[in-house]
């Protein structure tokens, strides 16, 4: 899509803040909870994603190693309302792959809110839990190979 970029960062780059109010607006706001209430400092081991459009952030996603050195985990998939289904969240996670696949992992692993298991069911994405609780709102596991 025209004028967006998408690029990796980490949480020391200056542009990080405009990340976390995405984060805050897209998915905690609407579920009534706050980033603020959460502790973050996990964050920090996070490799983040992000989609700018003329110094503006309007989409991110992190990845986050786990205990299992074969898959990453993919988490905080957002992109601002009037930003979506423009091929943003595609593109998003489409470097996020990428950039897995050349550390080395296998595998892709996500907890997917109900609502958008569509959406990465449509990226090649697989269910592999029934549905279980997490922010209070209803998700399931989803997994991609990507070797
Ligand atoms: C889910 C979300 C990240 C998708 O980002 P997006 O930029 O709107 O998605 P894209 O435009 O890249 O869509 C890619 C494809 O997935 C489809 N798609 C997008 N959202 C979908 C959904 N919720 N359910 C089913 N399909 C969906 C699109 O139609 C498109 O299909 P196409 O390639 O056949 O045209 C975005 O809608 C969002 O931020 N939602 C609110 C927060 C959220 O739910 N995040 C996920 C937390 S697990």
Redesign the pocket.
């Known amino acids: 899509m025209a004028d967006i970029v998408v690029r990796r960062i980490d949480i020391n780059d200056k542009i990080y803040q405009q990340v976390y109010d995405l984060r805050e607006a ?2 905690r706001k609407p579920i009534g909870l706050s980033l603020k209430d959460e502790n973050l400092s996990a964050d920090a081991f996070n490799t983040i994603f992000i989609a700018e459009h003329q110094g503006m952030v309007v ?1 991110c996603v992190m990845l986050y190693p786990i205990a299992d050195e074969e898959k990453i985990k993919l988490r905080q ?3 601002y309302d009037e ?9 998003l996670v489409d470097a996020a792959e990428h950039y897995a696949k050349e550390m080395g992992y296998s595998a892709i692993i996500l907890h ?2 109900t ?2 298991e ?2 990465y069911k ?1 990226l090649g994405y697989y269910t592999t839990s029934s549905e279980f609780t997490e922010v209070g709102i209803p998700h399931v596991v989803m997994e991609k190979d990507i070797f």
Do not use: E, H
């Open positions: 897209i998915l989409g998939m957002a992109v930003w979506q289904g423009k091929g943003i969240g595609k593109q997917a809110r609502v958008a569509g959406f449509n």
